[in-house]
């Protein structure tokens, strides 16, 4: 998903929604707070962030409206395969590194796995998927997520199979074929959260439709709302947007969750998006934003490598209350150094030495 790319203000002059970079970032949080949370309670319906997985359709979204604004006037100009190239040098890196990261963690972890059990062939070709996002369920370990070392990365695969259809299909599409296409998916959605209970599938082989599915409604979703200006001006602000974000991840878990969900998802989310794009920022928040939306990308496909550490360590020492509050606490505050650390010393460089390289071979 585009968690990084800038956003706007103004669909002309090409200034950042800061406010839009700001949600993102809160979004990644509830995202890795929900992660720690889900541990911890199975039971999700005493989870406080139980809808916390959520925001990767917020993710989605806001990614729709974002290659809307940065390749509906120019893709014509930059060809495809620039803008693919484009797309892989934003994308790939943390791609990578996530891999990397996770298959460290699955060989070294302390607080339990088992990676004697499986073959270093298996291994191998499961980092090498994991690595060119081909999915591959085959960790028992690691819940048979289609990422077995990264698993946030499900997200990325479908985010890749959505700037293809953007790139070959949605670009020239009519508005009214975007509108039927949306529906398509609304209903596509609904059919997904009565049968299932909930929208929380698309990790897993099990669920893998479920991915297409969740990804197709948001992202059109977001396309349409830049093609259609649908910017509301308002004075929330970014405190009182986050607010309002942040509802949607607490929200009470319930037997209703197969209408809430995709009502949150459907109306909600986009309402936000278009909320964020026009509403205004107070000048002191306008760093605090530009970091959020910076950081968000590295931390999420970061922080799941610590995750699976977290999830044995809870596993095999059943830490009390407390303990846990400081844990996860702590935990939030390490993964968002850890993710500022590679983004600075890894992501940043590697982005900045392929877009050099890109530029020598276009003169």
Not at 24 to 40: D, N
Not at 231 to 254: C, D, E, Q, T, Y
Not at 262 to 283: C, D, N, S, T
Request: one cysteine or more; aromatic letters at 18%; a positive charge.
């Amino acid at each position: 998903m585009d968690r990084n790319e800038s956003t706007t203000t103004n669909l002309k002059t090409k200034q950042h929604f800061e406010i839009l970079d700001g949600l993102r970032g809160v979004a990644a949080l509830a995202v890795v707070t929900f992660h720690f949370m889900e541990w911890i309670y199975t039971d999700a319906s005493k989870n406080f962030i139980g809808h916390g997985f959520l925001a990767v359709d917020f993710f989605f979204c806001l990614s729709g409206f974002v290659i809307g604004y940065a390749y509906d006037d120019r893709l014509a100009k930059i060809g495809i395969l620039e803008f693919f190239k484009s797309r892989i040098i934003r994308l790939h890196p943390l791609v990578i590194a996530g891999s990397l990261l996770g298959l460290l963690a699955f060989l070294f972890d302390p607080f339990g796995g088992h990676p004697e059990l499986y073959s270093t062939g298996k291994i191998i070709l499961t980092f090498i998927c994991s690595v060119l996002l081909i999915p591959l369920p085959v960790i028992a370990d690691r819940g048979f997520n289609l990422f077995s070392f990264n698993a946030p990365s499900w997200s990325l695969f479908w985010e890749y199979i959505a700037n293809i259809a953007y790139a070959f299909v949605l670009y020239n599409i009519r508005r009214s074929y975007l509108l039927l296409l949306l529906v398509i998916s609304a209903i596509a959605i609904c059919y997904v959260s009565y049968r299932s209970g909930n929208l929380l599938g698309g990790w897993s082989g099990p669920t893998f439709w479920d991915g297409c599915t969740r990804i197709s409604y948001s992202f059109l979703a977001g396309l349409l709302i830049y093609r259609s200006n649908w910017i509301i001006k308002n004075k929330l602000g970014f405190i009182g947007i986050s607010v309002l974000l942040i509802l949607a991840f607490v929200m009470p878990f319930s037997k209703w969750n197969w209408l809430s969900e995709p009502f949150i998802v459907l109306f909600y989310f986009p309402l936000l998006i278009a909320l964020g794009a026009g509403a205004i920022l107070a000048p002191d928040l306008k760093k605090l934003c530009l970091f959020s939306g910076k950081i968000s990308y590295p931390l999420y496909m970061t922080h799941y490598v610590v995750l699976w550490m977290f999830g044995n360590y809870y596993n095999s020492h059943k830490p009390g209350l407390m303990q846990l509050a400081s844990i996860v606490i702590t935990g939030l505050i390490l993964l968002t150094g850890i993710a500022y650390l590679v983004m600075v010393f890894y992501d940043i460089p590697v982005r900045k030495y392929f877009s050099n390289m890109r530029v020598k071979s276009n003169p």
